[in-house]
């Protein structure tokens, strides 16, 4: 099907195409029994130059876009959930808010890091600050020279393996007032103040570490804020706007899976038989095919243009309500699609020696992490109304307090 892909695009995921099914297809298995971080694979990909794609030439990357990032992403995902998502938050993410706001110096640092193979980790979710993310407790204090961060933050992805963490904290100045909500960056070094203080024992993603993370006294230089020029106060909605590229790469990841699990069970119904004729013959699985098909494709054609649009004002991102509309459609799609590719296998989708179980407990998450998908019908209800949508029971007003609750 022609979708509107230039020869260089069709090229790059044609080589990603080769090296996922090379390269990735192999280990993935195992990457999920064991639960470990697959460092071959990320010297792989950095020297097949899939990682730090989409960083500016001057800074060692390729200058793509976040499309051809896409494209890759798409093709590691049929393979391996877990590379797809080192691909997404090498090119897109914190990697991407750092390249929109960040100074020379700290443009620099993070494109080395990912350039070198580090997957820098985004902390925001806090056990009582999760789809409220302005519930957060976690303080930057300022000191001079230096931040002073406290908290603990949890469902951190790469937490013990990321070096460069975008860490989101509450702002106080030298006199205690309250700033509003800042990102910082942090490298984690031994005996620094950033601590992982639990790995989390997740249903899929089994070989990405998703953990907590504990701040104590963790010291940032302030050259380190990354502050968009709207400053502190302002700057946190342009900082999670910087999402946006990450929600269409989660969006991306969970369609690939399908892409994978429907290619499998294709395959499967012209072999396998049953009543003497494959079962590709029966029209209750060509139905299903069919309904699969289609969701994929929509799910595909959304997320391609999210990737392709640009938000309001000149922004770096993409577009927030297609980013938005594509993450939820084809987050639940790819459920819905790997669930009936399971199907199509009988028991032997339900064994462990084939990869659609581990497909249908990967593709799970993706209605969850980096936005559920009921916030993000509440973000795409607000833009459609064009209003904003406050949700505290007395509006913008702040949480009461526990006493004033009670009485
Ligand atoms: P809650 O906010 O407690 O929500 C519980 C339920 O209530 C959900 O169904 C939610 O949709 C619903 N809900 C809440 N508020 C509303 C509302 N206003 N309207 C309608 N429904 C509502 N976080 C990071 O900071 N960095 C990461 O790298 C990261 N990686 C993750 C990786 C994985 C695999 C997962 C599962 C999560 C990750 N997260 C990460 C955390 C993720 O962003 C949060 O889980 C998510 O924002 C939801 O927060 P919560 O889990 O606390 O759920």
């Given at each position: 099907?022609?979708?509107?892909?230039s020869n260089?695009?069709?090229?790059?995921?044609r080589?990603?195409?080769?090296?996922?099914?090379?390269?990735?297809?192999?280990?993935?298995?195992?990457?999920?029994?064991?639960?470990?971080?697959?460092?071959?694979?990320?010297?792989?990909?950095?020297?097949?130059g899939?990682?730090?794609?989409?960083?500016?030439?001057?800074?060692?990357?390729?200058?793509?876009?976040?499309?051809?990032?896409?494209?890759?992403?798409?093709?590691?995902?049929?393979?391996?959930t877990?590379?797809?998502?080192?691909?997404?938050?090498?090119?897109?993410g914190a990697?991407?808010?750092?390249?929109?706001?960040?100074?020379?110096?700290?443009?620099?640092?993070?494109?080395?890091?990912?350039?070198?193979?580090d997957?820098?980790a985004?902390?925001?979710?806090?056990?009582?600050?999760?789809?409220?993310t302005?519930?957060?407790?976690?303080?930057?204090?300022?000191?001079?020279?230096?931040?002073?961060?406290?908290?603990k933050?949890?469902?951190?992805?790469?937490?013990g393996?990321s070096?460069?963490?975008?860490?989101f904290?509450?702002?106080?100045?030298?006199?205690?007032?309250?700033?509003?909500?800042?990102?910082?960056?942090?490298?984690r070094?031994?005996?620094?103040?950033?601590?992982?203080?639990?790995?989390?024992?997740?249903?899929?993603?089994?070989?990405?570490?998703?953990?907590?993370?504990?701040?104590e006294?963790?010291?940032?230089?302030?050259?380190m804020?990354?502050?968009?020029?709207?400053?502190?106060?302002?700057?946190?909605?342009?900082?999670?706007?910087?999402?946006n590229?990450?929600r269409?790469?989660?969006g991306t990841?969970?369609?690939?899976?399908?892409?994978?699990?429907?290619?499998?069970?294709?395959?499967?119904?012209?072999t396998?038989?049953?009543?003497?004729?494959?079962i590709?013959?029966?029209?209750?699985?060509?139905?299903?095919?069919a309904?699969?098909?289609?969701?994929?494709?929509?799910?595909?054609?959304m997320?391609?243009?999210?990737?392709?649009?640009?938000?309001?004002?000149?922004?770096?991102?993409?577009?927030p309500?297609?980013?938005?509309?594509a993450?939820v459609?084809?987050?639940?799609?790819?459920?819905?699609?790997?669930?009936?590719?399971l199907q199509?296998?009988?028991?032997?989708?339900?064994?462990?020696?084939?990869?659609l179980?581990?497909?249908?407990?990967?593709?799970r998450?993706?209605?969850?992490?980096?936005?559920t998908?009921?916030?993000?019908?509440?973000?795409?209800?607000?833009?459609?109304?064009g209003w904003?949508?406050?949700?505290?029971r007395?509006?913008?007003?702040?949480?009461?307090?526990m006493?004033?609750?009670?009485?």
């Amino acid at each position: 099907m022609d979708i509107g892909l230039s020869n260089d695009e069709i090229g790059l995921q044609r080589r990603a195409r080769d090296f996922s099914q090379g390269v990735v297809r192999p280990r993935a298995a195992a990457i999920d029994r064991d639960a470990e971080y697959p460092w071959d694979i990320v010297k792989a990909l950095g020297e097949a130059g899939f990682l730090g794609m989409t960083l500016p030439k001057a800074l060692g990357g390729q200058d793509l876009s976040f499309l051809d990032a896409v494209l890759v992403i798409e093709e590691m995902a049929k393979s391996c959930t877990v590379t797809a998502r080192i691909v997404v938050e090498t090119n897109m993410g914190a990697v991407s808010t750092v390249m929109a706001y960040g100074t020379e110096a700290q443009k620099k640092l993070a494109a080395k890091l990912v350039l070198e193979g580090d997957k820098p980790a985004i902390c925001i979710t806090e056990p009582d600050a999760g789809s409220d993310t302005t519930a957060m407790t976690t303080r930057a204090d300022r000191r001079g020279d230096t931040y002073v961060i406290n908290g603990k933050k949890h469902w951190i992805t790469g937490a013990g393996v990321s070096r460069l963490h975008l860490i989101f904290a509450r702002v106080f100045d030298e006199r205690g007032e309250d700033l509003g909500i800042g990102g910082f960056l942090a490298l984690r070094e031994v005996g620094k103040g950033l601590t992982v203080t639990k790995r989390e024992q997740t249903m899929g993603l089994r070989g990405m570490p998703e953990g907590e993370l504990t701040f104590e006294n963790l010291e940032v230089p302030a050259a380190m804020a990354l502050l968009p020029p709207s400053g502190f106060r302002r700057g946190f909605a342009d900082l999670m706007n910087a999402y946006n590229s990450q929600r269409v790469g989660a969006g991306t990841v969970a369609m690939g899976i399908a892409a994978g699990a429907l290619e499998h069970a294709l395959e499967w119904a012209k072999t396998r038989e049953q009543f003497g004729r494959p079962i590709g013959e029966f029209q209750g699985l060509q139905w299903m095919l069919a309904d699969m098909q289609t969701q994929l494709t929509a799910s595909r054609l959304m997320l391609y243009a999210a990737a392709r649009s640009r938000g309001p004002d000149g922004s770096a991102f993409p577009d927030p309500m297609l980013a938005a509309q594509a993450k939820v459609f084809a987050s639940e799609a790819a459920i819905k699609i790997v669930n009936d590719a399971l199907q199509f296998f009988g028991a032997r989708g339900y064994s462990r020696e084939l990869p659609l179980e581990r497909m249908a407990r990967d593709v799970r998450m993706f209605t969850i992490g980096g936005g559920t998908a009921q916030v993000l019908r509440t973000l795409v209800a607000s833009k459609m109304l064009g209003w904003k949508l406050p949700q505290t029971r007395d509006g913008y007003a702040p949480k009461p307090s526990m006493r004033d609750a009670a009485e």
